[in-house]
């Protein structure tokens, strides 16, 4: 059967099909990471193609203002995943890339952008939306940020939540 997302919607009954991302990297090792994501969070989602001239404050009053209309949606308290560079699907790969770091809260590498992202979680958490949206002073948990190189031009900014659960499974083979 041929399921479509919009004419004749219905549920595959298995949650199929599966997204797949693969990266190649040095090494003689497969490490695959499982993460199946709820619906809730899932659809808080959103990218912006952001001229470069709103540089970083333009960045941080876009993920809070989205986080901030999000409200309870997405079953907070949440890992906000936040993409920067790129293309426009670069972009988003990189937000969901982000919501997966592990171990949960690691800083990212470059010290700016560590910085931004404490920053973002201060402001997220400043919000009071809190657990399940109903208040609170812990409304992130983390926010992770991942970056590309993009053409002088863009500046394309993704966000994508996860909620508090953060299923996730990494194997080694």
Same mark, same amino acid.
Request: aromatic letters at 4%; hydrophobic letters at 40%; glycine letters at 10%.
């Given at each position: 059967? #041929?399921?479509?997302?919009? !004419?004749? *919607?219905?549920?595959? &009954?298995?949650?199929?099909?599966?997204?797949?991302?693969?990266?190649?990297?040095?090494?003689?090792?497969?490490?695959?990471?499982?993460? %199946?994501?709820?619906? &809730?969070?899932?659809?808080?989602?959103?990218?912006?193609?952001?001229? %470069?001239?709103?540089?970083?404050?333009? @960045?941080?009053?876009?993920?809070?203002?989205?986080?901030?209309?999000?409200?309870? /949606? %997405?079953?907070?308290?949440?890992?906000?995943? @936040?993409?920067?560079? &790129?293309?426009?699907?670069?972009?988003?790969? !990189?937000?969901?890339?982000?919501?997966? *770091?592990?171990? =949960?809260?690691?800083?990212?590498?470059?010290? *700016?952008?560590?910085?931004?992202? /404490?920053? =973002?979680?201060?402001?997220?958490?400043? !919000?009071?939306?809190?657990?399940?949206?109903?208040?609170? *002073?812990? #409304?992130?948990?983390? @926010?992770?940020?991942?970056?590309?190189?993009?053409?002088?031009?863009?500046?394309?900014?993704? $966000?994508?939540? /996860?909620?508090?659960?953060?299923?996730?499974?990494? $194997?080694?083979?």
């Amino acid at each position: 059967m #041929t399921y479509d997302p919009v !004419l004749t *919607r219905a549920n595959t &009954g298995d949650n199929t099909p599966a997204v797949i991302h693969t990266e190649i990297v040095p090494g003689d090792k497969i490490k695959i990471l499982f993460c %199946p994501k709820g619906g &809730g969070c899932e659809n808080m989602s959103t990218l912006k193609m952001m001229s %470069p001239a709103e540089g970083m404050e333009g @960045v941080k009053k876009f993920v809070v203002d989205f986080v901030k209309g999000a409200n309870g /949606n %997405p079953c907070p308290p949440t890992i906000i995943g @936040v993409g920067i560079g &790129g293309t426009f699907e670069k972009a988003a790969f !990189l937000a969901k890339k982000a919501v997966l *770091r592990s171990p =949960l809260g690691t800083p990212h590498p470059d010290e *700016r952008y560590a910085k931004v992202e /404490n920053e =973002l979680l201060e402001e997220i958490n400043k !919000l009071g939306i809190g657990p399940m949206g109903f208040g609170g *002073r812990t #409304t992130a948990l983390a @926010v992770h940020i991942e970056t590309h190189p993009a053409h002088v031009a863009l500046m394309p900014v993704a $966000v994508n939540i /996860n909620c508090h659960a953060a299923r996730q499974k990494t $194997v080694i083979i």
